[in-house]
Nanobody, 126 residues
Framework: QVQLVESGGGSVQPGGSLTLSCAVSGPSFRNYAVAWFRQAPGKEREFVAA????????YYSDSVKGRFTVYRDNAKNAVFLQMSSLKPEDTAIYYC???????????????????WGQGTQVTVSS
């Protein structure tokens, strides 16, 4: 059984930075691709970033490319989302998700992931 727990959310002013953590428990962490999604009130869940299993290959949505960085620490069984130059439109609940079998073409879709965390709130406001 794979469990994911996000942490690191909070309130920050525009232009600020936050780093979210996703702790993954369960066997063979290296065998899982991990992604970050976010959902703002009244909107659908949207892809933010992902990192493939076994490698450091990453993917980003156009809206965060150049501002966010996703990376994994296999020794800590964790994935991190480093966010900088935050904007009010980044305000959302951020979820991490994991899959051992997601294919590349589906890495940006929620249905590609079997395991989800409970989410952590990020609020960007002056």
């Amino acid at each position: 059984q794979v469990q994911l727990v996000e942490s690191g959310g909070g309130s920050v002013q525009p232009g600020g930075s936050l780093t979210l953590s996703c702790a993954v428990s369960g066997p063979s962490f290296r065998n899982y691709a991990v992604a970050w999604f976010r959902q703002a009130p009244g909107k659908e869940r949207e892809f933010v970033a992902a990192i493939k299993k076994w490698t450091t290959t990453t993917y980003y949505s156009d809206s965060v490319k150049g501002r966010f960085t996703v990376y994994r620490d296999n020794a800590k069984n964790a994935v991190f989302l480093q966010m900088s130059s935050l904007k009010p439109e980044d305000t959302a609940i951020y979820y991490c998700a994991a899959s051992a079998s997601v294919i590349q073409s589906q890495m940006g879709t929620p249905s590609g992931y079997a395991y989800w965390g409970q989410g952590t709130q990020v609020t960007v406001s002056s």
